[in-house]
């Protein structure tokens, strides 16, 4: 009852993620705040990510649906276009954000960048560069830091 | 959140694309989704499913305690148990002021226990009773149990009849006992010594006695007056009386000296030995038997190796709070321990595991753990003893001879607490305890007092006990029936969220709840204070009441009275210590001070919830015109308790040490952005001009805490405060300064007790706190948690309490919960109404009358001819989902008629949609024209929706299918369609964009213009152009009558009109522009300044005499005293938003008569919904299940549908 005064859309969209939570990931709401979402995204299969569980961190701000959510890693993660703070570089989530899009939409195209990371817009530099020159080695680190930090408990 | 799955009969299963997935992502999937299915499962499950589910074994304490010990024993080896956990408290206290050691004690020191801490701590103790002993007794004596006992003997108490059952066998020894009896006659003539004092500390008292070299029985012999039939026989007394006398009750020590001498002869040897010891120095006559008892123990310490049992000697740093006997457990078996054998505690300082953290474990020097304190004593004990300011010490007072496991040892346990805590300069309040759970109500202090018996002196005016027991007097008038009438409204509103429209009326359902729950009081006989003379408005005398109120809040109701008066939260102690000064300890909290709290650290402050309208705001600027102030005082600071106990209570430490470095502020107001500008104006008009200094910080302004707390008022939103306790929590900019007075305008916005931006609100430090809310409660009694704890009311800011006493008893149905809660508003909260009236009698506020008519409109032919198919037509539509009894899995559709329905009633063509023109009434002409738009569109980037999409689109238009707007995830109310074919709500759409003309469509991101959009066509087959068609319904015509009358008068009155639909405004301004009736607009689509614009347009111009304006889009405290005609063009489901709206025009600075006209067509469901909200108002009154409100709910659609 703490958060009665959430807007309907949220509440319906936390209703649809639970009844129906997209393949490979699962958003659930934190007990004390409605807006505030624990979200785990299984790595994608064939990508270096695969079998790692990551855990993400959503916040659904005032303004949303009309502002992105804010949405961050928590697990540490190899990738060009997430930083070392987890912290996201993806079009939607910035300027190309769309009230038409959602949790689960937002959560997907994140899937989908681990699927396909983009070096050529990077967030981290170190490690686009490091994908650009030696994507095999790079590829091969993102599986070791899946293995290391994103297995297990 | 109740379930809600009405409304998700839409769009939710839309998404196939992720449906058919690659074998090995299913492999993931299933994985995934076992994770999210046991999520959402723990929600679900009760506490035991989940415990089965998590494997996990509830233990009972006793469970615990035995599995406890099978896990310890393998560590049970002797002295390396007592060094792995040394009783670092007692050594380290101990030593500290421990002087030399003579050689000739030294010598004495076994061999064996020259071991690190453990001899140290023997050597102290050695030490310590050496010195006492001197002069009575030599060093030599010291070898066993010798002159120490005779103190022993004072340090037990009491003995519970369970001993003596076990203790049967020393009964053997009753021969001895009978001889020393004897000798208890003697000391019984040296009556006068038993007046010497009566102070319980048992070793000061010891001390005198050996000094005077005066029996130590002279304590016996106050007991043997007091009950003198205990005199000269005692012989025959100690044995027939002793199982009588031994009370299980723990005694006062005064009292218990005798029990325990008592006592001691039966349980054996030692106590016996010890007896004789004592009086050696009396008389030597009698020394010859004691001998014989000396050697049988001397022959029994052979056995059982060497004994530590030397008493603690009384320590300047330690006070003692009380001893007492306690029946601990053994956990070990086949060690030895005698009578006075000193027992050092062991305690887990880490919480590994739940309750483990509770076990106090007990050992010997020579054999190792011994047994455990029972859990109750642990509970309270670990806290204390890990706050490192109290110390335990024990020693065996009975023992069976052979322990096993699970055996009753009897502990003579003394408790101290560490001088520290009397002679801190800053007398603040501390917790010897890190509470270890929110929800607890228990506190280790208090606890500890309790199992001591130790009484406080002065009882705390409130307690737990009396609100457990109920027996308090609440000093309330019997409106138990009242409250109850409260209580459905928890249940019915569950149901409730059913009804998509009505979430937004269920909070101004409260508004009359309010009023129920804290009653507003018809008559307040308060004074009246005369404003200052900086204040540049008159106050009416229920203001200058509330003026008076509020200064007399912050000056404390009597202020030197209650410096004298105990603060009714706490209670105070005196422990057996005569050097300690009284411990105050707050029965709620479990906080303790050595300072006296006085009531003046109460919450000075309070809760002005008057109703919308009185002038809130004007009261708070008189208030902080007339007492103007900086700064906080400091102890008030530090007697606040919040919700969240350990961290808060950390920090009010924190900023009670930095009080100094922080700044002196005036008065903090945090109000809602909307309302910053409002008080800036009212704040700016309202006083003399340079009377006050005012500082908005918003946002972006960086300024200092100096700064800031230079000026008489700061004013800020809540989303500033929060986003800078978020960043620098106590460090923010609002939190450094120490303010005199903070005032939260729209107090409710904190009505979450856990958000961050409640929490940055209570732990602003100021020296008073004012809530103004016309809605101390929105939804939930919890509200009002959030503001006492922001008040800082004791005990209820104090979640444990509040959940137990209050919160759970309401949703319980208890109406006692409700009846507390009214008890505790009465003194914080002022509330009045329009309706409250003065001391004579009269109303406190004379506001211009209200004169409110039903203007019954009566259908054309036409219309009614129109809106009876539609009802038909939708009848025949509930009909059918009636017999399926699928009513309340449509409620949405449902709806959807029924706004259909209503629209109807206010425009038919509302209903036929405003098609923009007539040439997209044809279905397969608004296809051709988006494909040719597209054909045609020269702007190649944009998206050409495929022919097949827009056969789609247009097949489901046709089919009637109202697809649920992506933006509010709604049923579309007023959809459009763009030129790329998407259909979304026109107000969604557009507030979605950044300029008011043009934006992105959310879908595909293509640009749009605001006037290519199409208003979507709905299922009905009628088609207008509605300019060239124009046609005034019988609503409309009635409104324009209405609105040219009052233009003829003249009178310049302006009006207002309210509607749920903004569509209706766009029809309405058609007659309005072609009978030339200026008009503005307010609703939705504006953005902040345009509002403002437009507010400030219409209360200053004399053309735009009308303004249009949506319900929705009213902000919180829209002043909108410029009108004074009203006009309702549609009612509401729920007749409180109505009167909310007629509220923002009838209120203070309203000067004339306002008229209010209310417009319902005849034989419509607009009546039939005058029906439901009557029915609406006896279902909040009656106790209804969700199941019968369900039915209700099914009946009210019924009843709409007749």
Redesign the interface.
């Known amino acids: 009852?703490?958060?009665?005064n959430?807007p309907?859309?949220i509440?319906?969209?936390t209703?649809?993620l639970?009844?129906?939570?997209?393949?490979?990931?699962?958003a659930?709401p934190s007990e004390?705040?409605?807006r505030y979402f624990n979200v785990?995204i299984?790595g994608?299969?064939?990508s270096p990510y695969e079998g790692g569980v990551f855990k993400l961190e959503l916040f659904l701000s005032?303004e949303y649906?009309?502002a992105a959510p804010k949405v961050r890693f928590l697990t540490k993660i190899y990738h060009p276009n997430i930083d070392k703070l987890g912290r996201i570089c993806l079009d939607i989530l910035k300027d190309?954000w769309?009230?038409?899009?959602q949790i689960?939409t937002v959560l997907?195209s994140i899937q989908a960048l681990l699927s396909a990371p983009n070096p050529d817009d990077p967030l981290s530099e170190n490690i686009a560069k490091h994908w650009k020159t030696n994507e095999t080695e790079a590829v091969e680190t993102a599986k070791e830091w899946t293995r290391l930090y994103a297995t297990g408990a | 959140m109740a379930a809600r799955p009405v409304d998700d009969t839409d769009g939710a299963h839309q998404n196939p694309v992720f449906f058919p997935q690659p074998l090995t992502v299913i492999r993931t999937v299933t994985s995934t989704g076992a994770r999210i299915s046991t999520q959402i499962k723990a929600e679900e499950m009760t506490f035991d499913e989940f415990l089965k589910a998590t494997n996990t074994k509830v233990m009972s304490e006793e469970e615990c305690l035995r599995t406890q010990m099978k896990e310890e024993q393998p560590r049970e080896l002797g002295v390396a148990r007592v060094k792995e956990e040394p009783d670092m408290d007692f050594l380290s206290k101990g030593s500290e002021n421990k002087p030399e050691v003579s050689n000739n004690t030294l010598a004495l020191v076994p061999l064996e226990r020259v071991k690190g801490k453990s001899f140290q701590e023997w050597l102290w103790l050695r030490y310590n009773s050496s010195v006492k002993s001197r002069g009575e007794y030599s060093i030599s004596q010291e070898k066993e149990a010798g002159p120490k006992d005779l103190e022993n003997g004072q340090s037990l108490n009491e003995s519970s009849p369970k001993v003596k059952v076990k203790e049967e066998p020393y009964l053997g020894s009753e021969d001895k006992v009978d001889k020393v009896q004897v000798k208890e006659g003697s000391p019984n003539e040296s009556r006068p010594k038993g007046e010497v004092k009566e102070v319980p500390d048992l070793r000061a008292e010891n001390e005198v006695h050996v000094k005077e070299g005066l029996p130590n029985d002279s304590r016996t012999k106050v007991e043997l007056t007091e009950e003198p039939d205990l005199g000269p026989d005692n012989k025959l007394h100690v044995k027939e009386e002793l199982p009588i006398e031994s009370t299980p009750e723990v005694k006062v020590i005064k009292e218990s000296d005798l029990w325990y001498e008592n006592r001691v002869y039966v349980k054996g040897p030692v106590g016996a030995e010890n007896k004789v010891s004592a009086k050696e120095p009396i008389g030597s006559n009698f020394c010859s038997k004691p001998q014989k008892v000396k050697k049988e123990i001397v022959e029994e310490r052979v056995v059982s190796g060497l004994v530590e049992d030397g008493d603690f000697p009384e320590d300047p740093e330690w006070f003692l709070v009380g001893r007492t006997i306690v029946t601990a457990l053994s956990t070990s078996k086949g060690r030895k321990l005698v009578d006075n054998e000193v027992v050092h505690f062991a305690f887990s300082s880490t919480n590994w595991r739940h309750n483990a953290q509770w076990i106090v474990r007990f050992s010997t020097k020579r054999s190792g753990e011994i047994g455990r304190l029972p859990m109750e004593w642990g509970k309270c004990v670990v806290p204390l003893v890990n706050s490192s300011k109290v110390k335990v010490l024990g020693r065996c007072v009975a023992a069976p001879s052979n322990l096993s496991i699970m055996q009753e040892i009897m502990l003579c346990v003394s408790f101290y607490i560490h001088h520290s805590i009397f002679t801190k300069d800053d007398a603040s309040s501390w917790r010897l305890d890190a509470p270890y759970n929110i929800d607890s109500t228990l506190h280790p202090l208090l606890s500890l007092f309790k199992l001591l018996k130790i009484k406080p002196y002065l009882k705390a005016e409130f307690t737990p006990e009396e609100l457990h027991s109920r027996k308090r007097v609440l000093n309330l008038d019997d409106d138990s029936e009242e409250a109850a009438s409260m209580l459905p409204i928890v249940k019915r509103r569950k149901g409730c969220q059913q009804y998509p429209e009505q979430s937004k009326d269920e909070q101004a359902l409260s508004e009359s709840s309010v009023n129920k729950l804290v009653g507003a009081a018809e008559m307040y006989n308060l004074e009246e204070m005369e404003p200052p003379y900086t204040l540049m408005c008159d106050l009416r005398p229920y203001q200058k009441q509330a003026l008076y109120w509020m200064s007399e809040l912050e000056k404390g109701i009597h202020a030197e009275k209650a410096a004298k008066t105990l603060h009714p939260c706490w209670a105070a102690y005196q422990i057996s210590d005569e050097r300690a000064s009284s411990i105050y300890v707050n029965t709620f909290s479990g906080e303790s001070t050595t300072k006296f709290p006085t009531a003046t650290q109460m919450a000075r402050g309070g809760i002005l919830a008057d109703a919308m309208g009185l002038g809130k705001t004007v009261m708070t600027i008189a208030l902080i015109l007339a007492r103007p102030g900086r700064g906080c005082h400091v102890n008030h600071e530090c007697s606040t308790a919040t919700a969240d106990g350990t961290e808060i209570t950390k920090s009010n430490k924190d900023c009670h040490v930095k009080t100094s470095s922080k700044a002196n502020g005036g008065t903090l107001i945090v109000c809602p952005m909307a309302l910053l500008g409002q008080w800036k104006d009212e704040l700016e008009t309202h006083s003399k001009p340079e009377s006050i200094s005012i500082f908005v910080h918003y946002g972006g302004s960086r300024a200092s805490p100096k700064v800031i707390a230079e000026h008489n008022v700061v004013l800020t939103t809540y989303g500033v405060l929060t986003a800078a306790y978020k960043n620098d929590s106590e460090n923010s900019i609002f939190h450094r300064v120490s303010w005199y007075r903070v005032v939260l305008d729209e107090a409710h916005t904190i009505k979450s007790w856990k958000t961050q931006g409640a929490q940055a609100a209570f732990s602003l430090s100021s020296h008073c706190r004012w809530c103004l809310t016309g809605t101390p409660i929105q939804n939930n009694l919890e509200d009002l948690y959030s503001l006492l704890c922001f008040l800082h009311v004791e005990p209820w800011c104090n979640w444990a309490w509040w959940n137990k006493l209050i919160q759970k008893p309401y949703e319980n149905g208890d109406p006692r919960g409700m009846k507390l809660i009214k008890a505790i508003l009465r003194p914080l909260m002022l509330r009045r109404t329009k309706e409250s009236k003065d001391k004579e009698g009269r109303p406190i506020l004379v506001l211009p009358p209200t004169d409110i008519q039903i203007i019954e409109c009566e259908q054309s032919e036409a219309e009614h001819d129109f809106y009876d198919a539609l009802f038909k037509r939708s009848k025949v539509q509930f009909d059918q989902f009636v017999a399926q009894g699928k009513v309340l899995h449509n409620y949405a559709n449902i709806l959807e008629l029924l706004l259909r329905l209503r629209q109807c009633c206010n425009h038919p063509f509302l209903v036929m949609s405003r098609a923009d023109s007539q040439k997209y009434t044809d279905l397969s002409k608004l296809a051709r024209r988006f494909l040719e738009t597209n054909s045609n569109s020269t702007t190649t980037k944009q998206t050409v929706p495929t022919h097949a999409y827009v056969e789609e689109v247009v097949e489901g238009i046709r089919r009637g299918e109202n697809t649920e707007c992506p933006i509010c995830l709604e049923y579309a109310d007023d959809p459009v369609l763009t030129p790329c074919a998407h259909k979304m709500c026109r107000e969604c759409l557009l507030s979605s964009w950044r300029t008011p003309t043009s934006g992105l469509c959310p879908i595909c991101r293509q640009l749009l213009k605001k006037t290519d959009l199409i208003a979507c066509p709905s299922e009905n087959q009628f088609w207008v152009d509605v300019e060239k068609n124009w046609k005034e319904s019988s609503k409309v015509s009635g409104l324009l009558e209405c609105l040219e009358s009052i233009q003829r008068t003249g009178s310049g009155e302006k009006s207002i009109v309210f509607s749920q639909w903004t569509s209706f405004f766009d029809l309405l301004e058609i007659p309005l522009k072609r009978r030339g009736i200026g008009f503005l607009r307010f609703d939705g689509k504006l953005v902040q300044k345009q509002r403002e614009w437009v507010l400030k347009e219409f209360s200053e111009t004399k053309e735009k005499m009308v303004l249009l304006m949506s319900l929705r889009a009213g902000g919180v405290g829209l002043n909108l005293t410029a009108a004074s005609n009203v006009f309702l063009m549609d009612p509401w489901w729920n007749p409180a938003v109505e009167e909310q709206a007629i509220m923002r025009i009838h209120r203070i600075g309203q000067k004339r008569t306002v008229r209010v006209r209310r417009f319902i067509v005849k034989d419509t469901v607009e009546e039939r919904m005058q029906q439901v909200q009557a029915r609406k108002q006896s279902m909040i009154a009656g106790a209804l299940t969700d199941q019968e409100v369900r039915t209700a709910r099914l009946e009210e659609l019924k009843m709409l549908f007749r």
Do not use: T
Not at chain 1, 1 to 4: F, G, K, L, P, W
């Open positions: 009852m703490a958060n009665s959430l309907r859309r509440i319906k969209e209703q649809r639970l009844s129906e939570p997209a393949p490979g990931i699962s659930s004390d705040n409605m785990m299984l994608p299969a064939q005032e649906p009309m190309k769309s009230p038409a899009l689960r997907l």
